[in-house]
């Protein structure tokens, strides 16, 4: 069974990333390892939501971060979504910014995505806020994704043995 994966906002905005601070070269790195050696092995999806994220940024590579995703397959936003999102707001799962984490979040649950890749760990990838969206996923009935970065998810292994394989 292959996984989805869904893509949020900063991920192609790491992987085009130019801040040289060591925490924003090494997100740069893994983002573009995680893309360019790991993401055949995953069903891609993202949203109109990271779409239009990406367009309002000011930030030097939109066009190419937008054509990194523009293949993608685009996830509905189905009427249920908007209860959701309302739900997480009201639970202080995530805060109030519908068009955001939330929605994001919302969206990748109800499509049953095992993953929700992205570098925002103050509200997604957080092992703090997990039990909690854990919680209120259940009891809405919706499949809890993964909330997780790129570093979490690159098989090491793998990537190792095909860079030894071309030497």
């Known amino acids: ?12 905005s790491f992987y085009y990333e130019t801040r040289r601070e060591p925490e924003m070269v090494a997100r740069h790195q ?7 050696y790991q993401r055949m092995h995953y069903e ?10 990406l367009e309002r940024g000011s930030h030097p590579a ?13 996830l509905p936003i189905h009427d249920p979504i908007e209860e959701i999102v309302d739900t997480y707001i009201t639970r202080r799962v995530m805060p109030i910014d519908p ?3 939330a929605l994001h979040l919302a969206l990748a649950s109800y499509h049953r995505c095992h993953f929700l890749l992205t570098w925002n760990c103050v509200h997604l990838a957080n ?3 997990f039990e909690h969206i854990r919680h209120v996923n259940t009891i809405l009935g919706l499949f809890v ?6 570093v979490e998810l690159i098989s090491w292994e793998e990537k190792h043995n ?3 394989s071309s030497n």
Not at 44 to 53: C, D, H, N, R
Request: a negative charge; hydrophobic letters at 40%.
């Open 1 to 12: 069974m292959i996984r989805r994966v869904y893509i949020e906002t900063t991920i192609p």
């Open 30 to 36: 893994w983002t573009r390892d995680w893309w360019d």
């Open 44 to 53: 891609l999806v993202t949203s109109l939501p990271v779409i239009e994220e």
């Open 62 to 74: 939109k066009e190419d971060a937008l054509g990194l995703i523009a293949e993608l397959p685009i």
């Open 99 to 101: 068009k955001g984490d």
């Open 127 to 129: 092992a703090n806020k």
């Open 145 to 150: 994704p993964i909330l997780t970065t790129p």
């Open 162 to 164: 095909e860079e030894g």
